[in-house]
């Protein structure tokens, strides 16, 4: 089993990023995928969840209405559009898959002036 995020990288406030995560090793379609993330100093939190199909996407408050996150079945691979970033998205994100308990090894994204 493999999970690997990309996609992280430095930004202004403001700015926007989009995470992949690429899987393979599992029945990608089936799995519940989800996006965590971890702030230094802070726990480990989840971010926005996507059903098989994308049926039903669920968002943290912190990140409604700024974060999209979405499915590619056809390329095993999950996305997080993140538009309007601030210092507080700083964090490492990881990918997770729900159902097998797989996690990547996260991409880390700083928003920084």
């Known amino acids: 089993v493999q999970v690997v995020e990309s996609g992280g990288g430095l930004v202004q406030p403001g700015e926007s990023l989009r995470l992949s995560c690429t899987a393979s090793?599992?029945?990608?379609?089936?799995?519940?995928m989800q996006w965590h993330r971890q702030a230094p100093g802070k726990e480990r939190e989840l971010v926005a969840s996507?059903?098989?199909?994308?049926?039903?996407?669920n968002y943290a408050n912190s990140v409604k209405g700024r974060f999209t996150i979405s499915r590619d079945d056809r390329k095993n691979t999950v996305y997080l559009q993140m538009n309007s970033l601030n210092p507080e998205d700083t964090a490492v994100y990881y990918c997770?898959?729900?159902?097998?308990?797989?996690w990547g090894q996260g991409t880390q994204v700083i928003v920084s002036s």
């Open positions: 996507i059903t098989q199909g994308g049926d039903t996407v």
């Open positions: 090793g599992f029945t990608f379609s089936r799995y519940v």
């Open positions: 997770y898959a729900w159902n097998g308990g797989y």
